[in-house]
T-cell receptor
Framework: DTGVSQDPRHKITKRGQNVTFRCDPISEHNRLYWYRQTLGQGPEFLTYFQNEAQLEKSRLLSDRFSAERPKGSFSTLEIQRTEQGDSAMYLC??????????????FGPGTRLTVL | AQSVAQPEDQVNVAEGNPLTVKCTYSVSGNPYLFWYVQYPNRGLQFLLKYITGDNLVKGSYGFEAEFNKSQTSFHLKKPSALVSDSALYFCAVRDARSNDYKLSFGAGTTVTVRA
């Protein structure tokens, strides 16, 4: 399978714990995005990487959230001191950076986080 | 700022009938528009996009969408719906002037096609 993969698919944690999610984009895609989706809503943009550089962060991304993309390959999203309001589906997407073309984003299956 | 509105939470049609899912958008510049479909326990799947050119865009699984600049709309259509088209559909927009590539999504429309 050469699509976007995310791990874990499900995570249940207690309030106050830290969690980390991983995303593996489609190989050779240099752009990687994180979105958050809550029940009954569409995905909301969190952050965006071009290669290893984090170029955009939403105001939704509080200081408890941090994302990295070392070496421009896989990415991790960490949430510290989780709160019940963090419960959501966290989606990762990637797209190629072909110059002059507007590429669609390819989404992974998501990581569903439940904070108890 | 960029945003999308999907005015219908649910659309119900009989198999074989035409299907339309509505979307209107708001951007400062020109829009790039996308439709995605989400099946239960699966990620969003790309259906089609409008960048420029012909207002009628054809995509996967027999879907098409019509861009209407004067009405700021990008409605998704399928001439003859299938039961397997039952899913959650999202419209998304990106401002062509932006350099952050982020998509803004609507809240989604649940399509149910009855046999």
């Amino acid at each position: 399978d050469t699509g976007v993969s995310q791990d874990p698919r499900h995570k249940i944690t207690k309030r106050g714990q830290n969690v980390t999610f991983r995303c593996d984009p489609i190989s050779e895609h240099n752009r990687l995005y994180w979105y958050r989706q809550t029940l009954g809503q569409g995905p909301e943009f969190l952050t965006y990487f071009q290669n290893e550089a984090q170029l955009e962060k939403s105001r939704l991304l509080s200081d408890r959230f941090s994302a990295e993309r070392p070496k421009g390959s896989f990415s991790t999203l960490e949430i510290q001191r989780t709160e019940q309001g963090d419960s959501a589906m966290y989606l990762c997407a990637s797209s190629s950076g072909t110059s002059g073309r507007v590429e669609e984003q390819f989404f992974g299956p998501g990581t569903r986080l439940t904070v108890l | 700022a960029q945003s999308v509105a999907q005015p219908e939470d649910q659309v119900n049609v009989a198999e074989g009938n035409p299907l339309t899912v509505k979307c209107t958008y708001s951007v400062s510049g020109n829009p790039y528009l996308f439709w995605y479909v989400q099946y239960p326990n699966r990620g969003l799947q790309f259906l089609l996009k409008y960048i420029t050119g012909d207002n009628l865009v054809k995509g996967s699984y027999g879907f098409e969408a019509e861009f209407n600049k004067s009405q700021t709309s990008f409605h998704l259509k399928k001439p003859s719906a299938l039961v397997s088209d039952s899913a959650l559909y999202f419209c998304a927009v990106r401002d062509a002037r932006s350099n952050d590539y982020k998509l803004s999504f609507g809240a989604g429309t649940t399509v149910t096609v009855r046999a």
